[in-house]
């Protein structure tokens, strides 16, 4: 290794082309390109089923705290369906944007169409593999569909979220959430 150039004036001059105030750091494009490619290797090395279970499984982590923290702050295990619909959306307006489009009562379910713009989808708009609806998503499906169990217990067969489509225009997704009650505990 040759380090006979190397004397105090050039690591000055060094130091001062490489300087960056940390104001300047980019945090989230890092996330971004991080993010990436952990769903691209993930992809790779173990395959699309391994990929969407191990980022439904980031977002169940999350998804069972704030049901916890929800029933810890209203000092409750019981909640309806539409009241854990309501304090969940609330309690997360700092991460989501979401607005209910429509509601449909069906027999076996209740399907609630809504529009979501999450924390996620402005990072991440621009990179083919995390765009929205596709696999990065699973993140939010398990976060919402863990809480929702979690707030629901018994009163809830299943729930499920799926994205319907990209609306560009508004910039939201527009979603379903589709809640299966148990009516034997109603």
């Not at 944007?97 to 991440?124: A, G, T, W």
């Not at 569909?145 to 499920?160: Q, S």
Request: aromatic share 12%.
């Amino acid at each position: 290794m040759e380090t006979n150039g190397i004397n105090e004036n050039f690591l000055n001059d060094l130091n001062r082309s490489v300087q960056n105030d940390i104001s300047n750091i980019n945090s989230l494009k890092g996330f971004e390109i991080i993010s990436e490619s952990l769903v691209y290797e993930i992809l790779d090395i173990f395959g699309r089923n391994s990929l969407l279970s191990m980022l439904y499984q980031t977002g169940s982590g999350p998804g069972e705290v704030i049901a916890e923290k929800i029933k810890r702050k209203y000092e409750k295990n019981d909640f309806a369906i539409f009241e854990a619909l309501k304090i969940l959306m609330t309690e997360l307006k700092e991460f989501y944007s979401m607005q209910i489009r429509e509601v449909q009562e069906n027999p076996d379910c209740f399907k609630v169409i809504i529009e979501n713009h999450c924390f996620l989808r402005e990072p991440y708009k621009h990179r083919e593999k995390l765009k929205p609806g596709k696999a990065f998503c699973r993140i939010n499906k398990g976060y919402f569909e863990t809480a929702f169990r979690k707030l629901l217990g018994d009163k809830l067969k299943k729930v499920e979220i799926n994205f319907l489509h990209d609306d560009l225009e508004n910039d939201v997704c527009v979603e379903e959430i589709i809640f299966y009650p148990n009516y034997e505990t109603f």
